[in-house]
């Protein structure tokens, strides 16, 4: 065809032989979306021109010059065509397509002042929110974009793309009760939306809604029986319900689909940790090493395997590789100094031992400061200032310091992370040290807590029944409140040492007269440590609690899960970490009920013996 065939397609039918075509602006724009439509650009364009030709001002045949140009990769020519439509007649369309090709262009504020514009003229238009959402996404301004999705959600609360992206947002923020909704608006529209139903299981698992997490897992794995994340989430939903049998199969199941799978490797290996078989664990943790010898991951979980069964000449070792992990210990700094692990010579030097884990990881092995000091190192301690008053008076510690984002740390030559030192010093079984470190506490504290106290005439027990609700184990390793009411019926005079009281304990220790609650005046582990010395056992849970109790030497009666920490080793009912402690471990059962009726049992024998005593 000729390009004057082409014009004449173009333009229409004519008045006659010899005659002028007339046609109107409006038709030869509806000539040119046509061409458009098959892919015709250049007759597009001829339409349009001759349209702008007849009226320069003909908005629509403005906006369509410029899809033809953003269709023909000219986005500044694109811009500049719907500009001057908009000028003519400010459509939302044309505003719409303008937004969006300065957003491709990454002119992002001037994107968004195109969608605010186009919003001021349509405020209950759902899409133009969602465009503005987008936006602000670009831009990295997450909450405000939340914002506009949500109100894009008001508007129409069925709109599918504002509520994904919704839950996107409030997953990212932690919001997930939030997200699960926002993700649900998604599966009420497309029941079969599997990315959807794999973001709901997602924060499902973060708010511990097992249950619910495993339903969702199931459908996922129906309607993609051939993805191997889904078999290895479902697996994943079985270990939170401690079906670990069940997840295992699944676990093989995606091995099946895709052999190697490092990540399903490291949930099997944790599944079989958690039934108690550590050798077959150690071996998947050996496998995922064997062909990714850098796998941190898989190595640190191997080391606590190694240190649960007692190999700790291999799982201290091992242990270090959790500084290759980019999740573990964000406030550790990566010092230019060079890290001590027992075989330079420090004589002389300043050593530099920081805290790097928890609490109660700091109170077990701070027995090792004094003996860093006997090899002639000057030491400089950084802990969190609750522990700061604690640890200042460990022999051998020049100094103490508490930690600060923005802590301007002596000269040093030479840092070791707390954790680090049973390495250092070779530890084994056979050679840990003593919990003797901590001086006493200051004897008018221990006083003045007598005296709070009152007659001393029954048994004083000290309890903690739930740790750090943030902390990876802790809805194994807590109990609330209330299953601990039957050592209630002992007659004894019950401390809380529980700092932190989740909702339902703290209006359980307000309805009864049992249990005193001094922990307002807990200001640090110093103070807790002076009332601890005043008691005559303490009942707790694992946490830092039982870590200060135990090295005070107080007798520190510990109720553990049934898979419980790697610190206190096997089937063991004591500690060589703690002499004074004793160990309460569950059953198969996983539950803590069997455990507080042995502790009952227990106390109330040495509550008898104590009044004999006393008598």
């Known amino acids: 065809m000729s390009r004057s065939d082409r014009k004449e397609g173009a333009m229409g039918a004519t008045a006659g032989p010899g005659a002028t075509p007339v046609l109107s602006p409006a038709a030869l724009y509806e000539a040119g979306l046509h061409h458009l439509g098959g892919g015709r650009l250049l007759d597009a364009q ?19 010059m410029g899809i033809i140009a953003l269709q023909s990769g000219q986005h500044d020519h694109a811009v500049a065509w719907f500009s001057r439509a908009i ?3 400010p459509k939302i369309d044309y505003l719409t397509i303008l937004g969006f090709t300065l957003k491709q262009m990454g002119r992002l504020d001037d994107a968004l002042a195109v969608f605010d514009k186009a919003i001021q003229l349509k405020p209950d238009d759902a899409e133009l929110w969602k465009h503005m959402g987008g936006v602000l996404l670009a ?33 990212q923020q932690g919001r997930h009760d939030e997200a699960v909704r926002a993700f649900t608006v998604c599966l009420n529209k497309q029941p079969d939306d599997l ?7 997602r924060s499902l698992r973060e708010l511990k809604r097992y249950d619910d997490y495993l339903a969702d897992c199931e459908r996922a794995q ?14 994943d939903a079985l270990v939170c319900l401690r079906r670990h049998d069940q997840a295992l199969a699944w676990f093989d199941r995606a091995l099946e689909l895709r052999p190697g799978f490092a990540d399903v490797l490291l949930n099997k290996g944790f599944a079989l940790s958690q039934a108690l078989r550590f050798e ?10 064997a062909a990714e010898p850098d796998n941190a991951k898989a190595a640190w979980h191997l080391a ?15 242990r270090e590789a959790r500084w290759a992990m980019p999740d573990f210990s964000p406030d550790y700094p990566r010092f230019a100094q060079p890290k001590w692990l027992g075989k330079e010579d420090i004589s002389g030097k300043t050593l530099l031992i920081e805290e790097d884990e928890g609490f109660g990881d700091n109170i077990q092995f701070a027995r090792y400061l004094p003996m860093v000091a006997e090899r002639g190192a000057k030491v400089i301690l950084v802990v969190r200032e609750p522990l700061r008053r604690l640890m200042s008076g460990i022999e051998g510690v020049s100094q103490c310091l508490a930690f600060a984002p923005d802590l301007q740390r002596p000269a040093f030559d030479m840092h070791c992370p707390v954790m680090s030192l049973p390495l250092a010093f070779g530890t084994t079984l056979e050679t840990i040290p003593p919990p003797s470190y901590l001086p006493p506490p200051p004897a008018d504290r221990v006083a003045a807590w007598e005296q709070r106290l009152g007659s001393h005439d029954r048994l004083r027990v000290g309890l903690v029944w739930s740790g750090n609700p943030h902390q990876a184990n802790d809805a194994n390793r807590s109990m609330p409140l209330s299953t601990l009411l039957p050592l209630l019926e002992i007659e004894a005079d019950f401390i809380s040492l529980q700092k932190e009281l989740r909702p339902a304990d703290k209006a359980l220790l307000a309805q009864q007269d049992r249990i005193r609650d001094v922990t307002a005046d807990l200001t640090d582990f110093a103070e807790t440590a002076a009332l601890m010395s005043c008691l005559d056992v303490i009942v707790t849970v694992c946490t830092s609690a039982a870590h200060l109790a135990a090295t005070l030497g107080r007798p520190t009666w510990i109720m553990l899960p049934h898979v419980a920490d790697w610190r206190w080793l096997r089937d063991r009912d004591d500690s060589p970490w703690y002499p004074s402690a004793r160990l309460f471990r569950q059953d198969a059962s996983c539950r803590f009920e069997p455990v507080v009726a042995r502790v009952r049992g227990e106390l109330a024998a040495k509550a008898a013996g104590f009044r004999r005593t006393t008598a």
Do not use: F, K
Not at 195 to 201: F, I, P
Not at 280 to 289: G, H, M, N, Q, S
């Open 139 to 171: 831009q990295n301004r997450g909450a405000e974009a939340l914002l506009s999705y949500q109100h894009a959600l008001t508007i129409d609360p069925s709109h599918r793309d504002a509520a994904w992206q919704s839950g996107l947002l409030l997953q």
């Open 46 to 64: 001829m339409c349009c021109e001759q349209a702008l030709t007849a009226d320069p001002n003909h908005a629509d045949s403005l906006a369509l």
């Open 280 to 289: 077959d664990a150690a071996a998947v943790y050996r496998e995922i090493l």
């Open 87 to 89: 000028r003519q007649t």
């Open 304 to 318: 606590h395997v190694e240190l649960q069964c007692g190999d700790y000449t291999a799982g201290w070792a091992r």
């Open 222 to 235: 129906m309607l993609a029986p051939a993805d191997p994340l889904a078999s290895n989430n479902l697996g």
């Open 195 to 201: 990315a959807a139903l794999q973001m709901r299981a």
